[in-house]
């Protein structure tokens, strides 16, 4: 399995990419204002995804939806695409393209055979097909943001851990959760507003407490970074990561 890493930059960055991450090439895990440029920068085929993940509804998660949609909606589809994300999904996708393009735009109407848009809670499991499936949980972050731990057939593979401050209730996911995680690193020592994990955080609160093969990979950046303690890394755009069996 292979994780090719389209971006690594937070809401607010000194102009790097927007998180965003493809498994596989059919799994596409956010979509970002830049997410079409990112996909071709990385000259990964459309056609090839299948199924859609947002965690949550901030901007720089969601709003890349009405540019992917349109690309696909003048390119064709090889069949249909499911969209997972929290409550509101369909609403909140089609109201961003209307916005984008007008309601009258033929689009939104296409949207309806092309797309499946399903809402989901923690602690869903979703199957996605070739054996592989996601089970999903909950974020500590002010709106409702969704992570999961992806599952091929030998167990679980990874997990992803979108935009979150530090919880207990996270440990669990961590430790059960594969060999590799995908985890926000947002946050910064000393910030006034604490919204995001630090590496700070996860080095003294997860990695004592994990098995020493868990490999931590930080993404949703203010900035590029170099690899952190322990078995804390970063990724970059272009990054594959290679998951193992």
Not at 54 to 60: K, Q, V
Not at 195 to 216: M, T
Not at 233 to 241: A, L, N, S, T, W
């Amino acid at each position: 399995m292979r994780l090719t890493i389209l971006g690594n930059g937070g809401g607010i960055s000194d102009g790097l990419p927007y998180n965003s991450f493809l498994v596989d090439g059919r799994l596409l895990c956010e979509v970002p204002p830049d997410v079409m440029m990112s996909l071709f920068r990385e000259k990964m085929p459309l056609d090839a995804i299948r199924n859609i993940f947002i965690s949550h509804f901030h901007a720089d998660h969601c709003f890349g939806f009405p540019f992917l949609a349109l690309r696909l909606f003048y390119d064709g589809m090889a069949g249909v695409i499911t969209t997972f994300g929290p409550a509101g999904l369909e609403a909140r996708m089609l109201e961003l393209c209307a916005l984008a393009f007008g309601k009258d735009h033929p689009l939104r109407e296409w949207l309806g055979g092309a797309m499946r848009f399903i809402e989901i809670a923690p602690g869903t499991t979703l199957e996605l097909g070739d054996g592989i499936s996601i089970k999903t949980f909950t974020m500590a972050h002010p709106v409702e943001t969704i992570g999961f731990t992806l599952f091929g057939s030998g167990g679980p593979r990874f997990t992803y851990m979108p935009d979150t401050l530090w919880s207990e209730d996270l440990l669990p996911f961590i430790q059960s959760g594969g060999k590799a995680v995908l985890i926000d690193l947002n946050g910064e020592p000393g910030e006034a507003h604490r919204v995001h994990l630090s590496e700070a955080d996860l080095a003294l609160k997860a990695l004592p407490r994990c098995a020493e093969d868990i490999v931590f990979y930080g993404t949703h950046l203010k900035r590029n970074k170099t690899a952190g303690a322990g078995r804390i890394r970063y990724v970059r755009p272009g990054d594959r990561i290679e998951i193992a069996e």
